[in-house]
Structure formats: structure tokens, C-alpha cells
């Protein structure tokens, strides 16, 4: 079993940064590939970044050269950081584990960028 926790997010103007953080707990944090998805109102949950356990990386293209996902694996917390964030970058952000059948997810913290 895998708790997540995820904060930082907030209201920013168009072209601002935020970093959100995604703490787990309750299991070996190391060996889980760990994603980002976000959910805008009327829309489907789409992934936005990916990290693996080994620390391959993958990106949505919407996202690609302005985030930045990362892992610290002693403080068992993985890292989204978005810079140069769009209006169209307003969703709710969740934080996810996989290992093999198993997947978490976090409640989700709202990022809203003001244009």
C-alpha cells in the first residue's frame, strides 16, 4: 500500500513557474515508476510527465522543454516542475505509483494559471 500526497499547487499569472511535490509513504518508494496526470474541467485525465524507477523520463508534448519531473528517492517525494505555465496549463494535478498491477493515486492539488 502506497500513500500519496501531493501539494504546491495555486493560482499564478501566464508565464510563472510552480514546483509540485508528491510525498509517498507506506511502501519502498524507490521501485514504483511515478506519473503526473492533470484533469481540466470537461476533459479526460491525461498524463503529463513519467519517471521510472531506473529515472527514465517521458513528457507529454503539450509539456515538452517547460516541465521538469524529478525524483529525491531518500525523501520519498517525486518533483513536477513547471515553468513558463499557460492558462491552458489549469487542471487538477495528481500525483500516481505504478509497480506492475499495483497503482495509487494522490488526491490532487489545483493549479490555475490566470492569463
Known amino acids: 500500500q502506497v500513500q500519496l500526497v501531493e501539494s504546491g499547487g495555486g493560482l499564478v499569472q501566464s508565464g510563472e513557474s510552480l514546483r509540485l511535490s508528491c510525498a509517498a509513504s507506506?511502501?519502498?518508494?524507490?521501485?514504483?515508476?511515478m506519473d503526473w496526470y492533470r484533469q481540466a474541467p470537461g476533459k479526460q485525465r491525461e498524463l503529463v510527465a513519467q519517471?521510472?524507477?531506473?529515472?527514465?523520463?517521458n513528457y507529454a508534448d503539450s509539456v515538452k522543454g517547460r516541465f521538469t519531473i524529478s525524483r529525491d528517492n531518500a525523501k520519498n517525494t517525486v518533483y513536477l516542475q513547471m515553468n513558463s505555465l499557460k492558462p491552458e496549463d489549469t487542471a487538477v494535478y495528481y500525483c500516481?505509483?505504478?509497480?506492475?498491477?499495483?497503482?495509487?493515486w494522490g488526491q490532487g492539488t489545483q493549479v490555475t494559471v490566470a492569463s
Open positions: 500516481n505509483a505504478k509497480l506492475v498491477a499495483r497503482e495509487y
Open positions: 507506506g511502501s519502498i518508494f524507490s521501485i514504483y515508476a
Open positions: 519517471i521510472s524507477s531506473g529515472g527514465r523520463l
